[in-house]
């Protein structure tokens, strides 16, 4: 059973940057396409960012050009850098596991999730 733990979440100021990890244990990691989603009080969960096992990366177009997708397969962790951060990227941040092929935005394609992690931007 593949288990996911994200950290990194805080409060930040509209401009400025976080780090977002995710540490995953279980299972082999290096063989799931990982994912990025978030979601807003009231809102529906979205996808961020996608990440094959091999370095190739998707991005929603609201975050593209701000944030950056990593993963380190040694590490069975994910990253997800953001940078110029908006108050409209308030939500909680979800790292999520899919064992489908890569790309995959869709929430329903992923098998695993973690507990999630709040980004509050202040303006």
């Known amino acids: 059973q593949v288990q996911l733990v994200e950290s990194g979440g805080g409060l930040v100021q509209a401009g400025g940057s976080l780090r977002l990890s995710c540490l995953s244990s279980?299972?082999?990691?290096?063989?799931?396409?990982m994912g990025w989603f978030r979601q807003a009080p009231g809102k529906e969960r979205e996808f961020v960012s996608t990440?094959?096992?091999?370095?190739?990366?998707d991005y929603a177009e609201s975050v593209k050009g701000r944030f950056t997708i990593s993963r380190d397969n040694t590490k069975n962790t994910v990253y997800l850098q953001m940078t110029s951060l908006k108050p409209e990227d308030t939500a909680v941040y979800y790292c999520?596991?899919?064992?489908?092929?890569?790309?995959?935005?869709?929430?329903?394609?992923?098998?695993?999730w973690g507990q999630g992690t709040q980004v509050t931007v202040s303006s």
């Open positions: 279980g299972g082999t990691f290096s063989g799931y396409v």
């Open positions: 990440i094959s096992w091999n370095g190739a990366t």
């Open positions: 999520a596991a899919s064992r489908g092929a890569w790309p995959e935005s869709a929430p329903a394609r992923y098998d695993y």
